[in-house]
């Protein structure tokens, strides 16, 4: 995987979105965000469907069995309105949960509104690559991407992905060793 340019899967999860009832900020705020963060090459592979949790399984199998996606990037569907169920999707694909990025993303999201903690927002691996929930706000796209991001080139070169690299004046990506 390492000499391939990297693909990053940008999937929102909205019934609205998806139904073309409003346009999907939320997914162009994750590439915007991608695109000031990264300097090395990346591929976006965008999907936007509805809050269904066997469609969205469905999608994040295919973004990184089939799409090969080291990382894959989902907003929506993380509080507690019923048909929020983009966790528990993420679960039951992953083979390993990172409880580490829902509890930052939740820490952080505090600074900005006392609701943070109505996201169940988590984080897993599938083979090798990572999976990051986002909540639906298109605010709270780069108020958690910030956050985490530091962490993600170097977990996604712990399973031998490509190495991702940053624009360290927009953020700096943490390598404990060469
Ligand atoms: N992908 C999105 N693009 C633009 N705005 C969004 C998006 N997701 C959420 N929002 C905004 O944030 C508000 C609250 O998010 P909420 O989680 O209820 O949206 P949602 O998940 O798209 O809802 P639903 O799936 O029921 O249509 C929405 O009413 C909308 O204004
Ligand atoms: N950083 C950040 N986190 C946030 C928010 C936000 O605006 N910014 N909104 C919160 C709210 S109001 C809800 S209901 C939950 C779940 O959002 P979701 O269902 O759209 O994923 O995310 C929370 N986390």
Redesign the pocket.
């Known amino acids: 995987m390492s000499e391939k340019i990297a693909k990053i899967g940008i999937i929102t999860a909205s019934d609205r979105a998806s139904a073309g009832i409003y346009e999907d900020l939320s997914g162009k705020a994750i590439i915007d965000t991608l695109n000031e963060y990264l300097t090395s090459p990346w591929e976006a592979v965008y999907k936007c469907i509805a809050d269904d949790k066997d469609t969205i399984e469905q999608t994040l199998k295919e973004l990184v069995d089939i799409e090969e996606c080291c990382l894959v990037v989902t907003?929506?569907?993380?509080?507690?309105?019923l048909r929020?169920v983009?966790p528990e999707a993420t679960e039951a694909v992953c083979d390993r949960m990172m409880p580490g990025f829902g509890e930052l993303?939740?820490a952080?999201?505090l600074k900005?509104?006392p609701?943070?903690i109505?996201?169940r927002?988590t984080a897993g691996l599938r083979g090798s690559s990572l999976i990051v929930n986002?909540?639906?706000?298109p605010?709270?796209i780069k108020?958690?991407l910030d956050a985490v991001f530091p962490a993600i080139p170097y977990c996604i070169d712990l399973m031998n992905g490509p190495y991702l690299e940053t624009n360290e004046e927009v953020i700096k990506a943490f390598r404990p060793k060469k």
Not at 75 to 81: E, K, L, N
Not at 134 to 137: I, R
């Open positions: 907003t929506g569907g993380t509080g507690p309105a929020d983009t993303m939740r952080e999201s900005f509104v609701t943070a109505l996201s927002q986002l909540p639906g706000k605010k709270s108020e958690c």
